[in-house]
């Protein structure tokens, strides 16, 4: 019940909305007059936040009818980045950009127009169902970072990705890069409450972080070195005989090849390359084998640690299946899709994209495993045995940094448009040097934005696109879930914003798409994804009022019925899937992106371990810092270093320090912290300065404390399998800022 509003009022609707400043999608009421929201609150019947709200969730008003929104469409007038718009209708925008991509299509191709994205924030199967008959295959986003190559690896394996985690009977949870108690705020709740009753949870955080602090024990891993203690596990696990060897007889292939592969993988060896003792490690692997059901829940550390990023994904996945945790009560659930409402995949149209085109996809030459290459193999296995695929939007993508290189070497090809929507790349892509040369580079910009970002201030025309409280929402796990939580629009949306649906239908529709978008609203496309489910609504709004939600009954050890999703049909401990793309069938050993043991010289020059990201309260990635209540609470850009080694370099807390790597350096304030080994450096994620000059070439301070500056996107640095990039795992140097070094050219 709103506290702040009387409800007695006549005309007063309570709608069902979410909140969308992070994935957990939390469900709120609104409360809305004569089309006006007056007050949110939390749902207390959402299954997930159960009525909390976290601080961003809590602005959503603020943010709704913002000064500084974007309100309606703009044209740049003056030079790029200058600054001068001029508004415009949007027939007015799409009709020109949507002549402007068909000239380009008819000089260059298709595949010359390529999209840009965030991560799970609006409705992405719509870009694609927009890309595949537009004829483009270089769709992407930085989901690269975020789960998506740790879902194809893992299909790989056991034939879908087990993230939904059946916690209420499950005795152990490892927590592997992660830290809900910053990140997750619904899921910490329930945590701990399950702690209270036994649950045993181990923590590896190179950070005694807020979760780390609640833990049965805390691994402090080197950062970037995950892999090495996965294998360290599979073998503490092989060879003291804690695997169940029923699951691996019956329902694996490969077992003895992989006791065999980790051998020598043994704590003894994992200890000086994660910097953790044999005890630490060997205990660790016991607690999680031995309590049993238990769970390895996704984090995003392990896709961000770019070269060993793959092996150690598939390291992880196998210590899931030796331990028999894996589809049985309390384990990680292989739900697979949908069978019983229309997909995501189903709604993109993947069929009208012709091979040709698929075969341009730039970087699935290099990295197969989220492109057509990997993608069309594992989807036709799924297809088999679930009866669908997995969403291509986001499992199946042109490669980002080797598309913002194409724009700038035009090789393999020129790319002369970037349309860009839901992510600000200047800040969320790896190496920000070369993300901005290519933004700058590229011939035609769209962005579709809440606000005038960095990126959208280099745009040619920005679309005001409206936010949670404005539009409805589906929320299903990358459209990979088996359930769907649904919500409803609190209120139509404002001035002139729209919906990103909208922008990918009618932009389609202006070129010649038409009959391809017969969902003239959100509302109707979502329709047409429900109504298989047979709940007898006539419309998606009667859906979410009367039901909301749609959870399958669930049914365990599904591989019993129907076999696992793999070309053997078991859990393929030995993967033939990856072996058929040219990868090792078993995780190698890999080292860091950059370590002290094999780049000695970038070691001597750049001494400490650096970890880049981990989400940070009150923001989401680069959102939110426009809003004056949430930046108060966290003004400036604080990096964490350990007293013994911020008192070598005569740093004391507060000074403003500069964190340097081979590819730049950023400016942040220094917080010293017991909380961090002293050869770690840990930046948040996300800084700019929106109140500065948004102007290129200041673009709201979004070179100076970016830690994506920091961060590599080199061949050589990415997961061959994803070309996931390296955020975690890097060297860098740290020193104070004096007003001479502050005018050195970097
Ligand atoms: N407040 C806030 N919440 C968020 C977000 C946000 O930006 N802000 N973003 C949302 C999104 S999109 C995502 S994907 C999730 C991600 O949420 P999580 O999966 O929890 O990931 P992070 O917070 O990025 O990092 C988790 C932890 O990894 C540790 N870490 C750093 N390097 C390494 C390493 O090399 N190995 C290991 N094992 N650990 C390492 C960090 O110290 C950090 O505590 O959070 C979501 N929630
Ligand atoms: N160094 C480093 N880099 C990282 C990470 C890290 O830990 N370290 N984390 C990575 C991860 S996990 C993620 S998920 C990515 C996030 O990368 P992004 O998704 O690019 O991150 P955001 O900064 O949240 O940018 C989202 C932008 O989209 C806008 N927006 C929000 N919702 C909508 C919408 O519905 N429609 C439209 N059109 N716009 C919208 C917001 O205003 C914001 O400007 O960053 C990755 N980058
Ligand atoms: S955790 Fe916070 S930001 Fe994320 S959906 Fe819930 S209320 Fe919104
Ligand atoms: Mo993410």
């Known amino acids: 019940m709103s506290k702040n509003i009387d409800l007695q009022q006549e005309g007063i609707q309570v709608k069902k909305s979410a909140c969308y400043f992070c994935h957990q999608n939390c469900g709120v009421l609104a409360y809305v007059k004569d089309g006006k929201v007056l007050d949110i609150e939390g749902d207390p019947d959402f299954p997930t936040n159960q009525g909390g709200l976290c601080c961003r969730g809590n602005i959503a008003m603020d943010h709704l009818d913002h000064p500084a929104r974007v309100n309606f469409p703009l044209k740049r007038v003056g030079e790029r980045g200058a600054g001068q718009w001029q508004e415009i209708s949007w027939d007015q925008a799409l009709t020109e950009i949507a002549e402007k991509l068909a000239n380009i299509r008819d000089e260059f191709g298709a595949e010359a127009v390529a999209t840009a994205g965030g991560t799970q924030r609006t409705d992405d199967w719509a870009r694609r169902r927009f890309m595949n008959l537009f004829g483009s295959p270089n769709g992407f986003h930085n989901s690269h970072l975020c789960w998506i190559p740790t879902f194809m690896v893992e299909t790989a394996i056991y034939g879908w990705c087990p993230f939904d985690l059946d916690l209420g009977s499950s005795r152990c949870l490892v927590l592997w890069g992660q830290n809900p108690g910053v990140s997750g705020m619904p899921e910490i709740h329930h945590i701990m409450e399950l702690k209270e009753k036994g649950l045993k949870l181990i923590v590896i955080d190179p950070r005694y972080s807020e979760t780390a602090a609640k833990a049965d024990m805390w691994l402090p891993i080197r950062p970037g070195s995950?892999?090495?203690?996965?294998?360290?596990?599979?073998?503490?696990?092989?060879?003291?005989?804690?695997?169940?060897?029923?699951?691996?007889?019956?329902?694996?292939?490969?077992?003895?090849?992989?006791?065999?592969?980790?051998?020598?993988?043994?704590?003894?060896?994992?200890?000086?390359?994660?910097?953790?003792?044999?005890?630490?490690?060997?205990?660790?692997?016991?607690?999680?084998?031995?309590?049993?059901?238990?769970?390895?829940?996704?984090?995003?550390?392990?896709?961000?640690?770019?070269?060993?990023?793959?092996?150690?994904?598939h390291a992880r996945a196998l210590l899931r299946a030796i331990t028999g945790n894996l589809d049985v009560p309390g384990s990680d659930l292989l739900t697979g899709p949908s069978l019983e409402y229309v997909t995501d995949e189903e709604m993109e149209a993947n069929d009208q994209l012709p091979e040709e085109q698929k075969a341009k996809q730039i970087g699935s030459d290099k990295f197969k495993m989220v492109t057509w290459p990997g993608y069309s193999r594992i989807a036709e296995l799924t297809k088999e045995v679930w009866g669908k695929a997995p969403t291509a939007e986001w499992m199946c993508e042109a490669h980002p940094p080797s598309v913002f290189r194409a724009i700038l070497t035009e090789k393999p090809y020129p790319v002369k448009a970037l349309l860009v929507s839901a992510t600000n790349p200047i800040n969320s892509y790896g190496e920000t040097k070369l993300t901005l040369a290519a933004l700058k580079a590229v011939e035609f910009m769209v962005t579709c934005e809440y606000w005038l970002t960095p990126t959208a201030m280099l745009s040619d025309y920005v679309l005001p696109i409206a936010g949670a409280l404005e539009r409805p929402t589906i929320t299903s796990s990358y459209g990979c879930a088996d359930f769907l939580l649904a919500s409803q629009r609190a209120i139509q949306p404002m001035y002139e914003r729209r919906n990103d649906y909208n922008f990918w239908r009618d932009l389609g529709v202006k070129l010649g798409q038409k009959e391809m978008w017969p969902w003239e609203t959100v509302e109707d496309a979502y329709f047409a994804k429900i109504e298989p489910l047979g709940y007898g609504v006539e419309s998606y709004d009667e859906f979410v009022e009367n039901h909301r939600f749609h959870f399958p009954e669930r049914e365990y050890q599904k591989y019993k019925r129907i076999g696992f999703a793999t070309p053997s049909r078991k859990v393929e401990l030995y993967s033939s899937t990856l072996e058929a793309l040219g990868y090792p069938p078993l995780p190698p050993y890999i080292g860091p992106a950059e370590n002290e043991t094999d780049d000695p010289e970038i070691a001597a020059e750049y001494p400490f371990v650096l970890t880049t990201g981990g989400g940070h309260m009150p923001y989401h990635h680069s959102e939110h810092f426009q809003i004056k209540t949430l930046r108060f609470l966290s003004h400036e850009p604080y990096m964490s270093m350990n007293p013994a080694a911020a008192a070598k370099l005569s740093i004391e807390e507060g000074d403003w320090v500069w964190i340097e790597t081979k590819r730049g350096r950023i400016k942040q304030k220094a917080n010293l912290t017991q909380a961090i080994d002293p050869r770690v450096i840990f930046t948040p994620r996300g800084w700019w300065y929106p109140e500065r000059d948004m102007r290129d070439p200041e673009l709201g301070g979004c070179l100076e404390s970016n830690t994506n500056i920091l961060t590599s996107c080199d061949d050589d640095d990415c997961d061959p399998m994803s070309g996931s990039w390296a955020n975690r795992g890097l060297l860098c140097k740290v020193y104070k800022v004096t007003a001479e070094n502050e005018k050195e050219a970097k």
């Open 226 to 313: 995950d892999l090495a203690l996965a294998l360290a596990w599979l073998h503490v696990i092989i060879y003291e005989g804690l695997f169940d060897p029923e699951f691996t007889d019956e329902w694996c292939v490969g077992f003895g090849e992989l006791a065999e592969h980790v051998a020598d993988f043994s704590p003894e060896w994992a200890a000086p390359l994660t910097w953790l003792t044999e005890e630490q490690i060997r205990e660790s692997a016991i607690m999680y084998a031995s309590n049993k059901p238990g769970n390895i829940q996704w984090g995003t550390s392990i896709d961000q640690i770019g070269k060993p990023a793959g092996a150690a994904m």
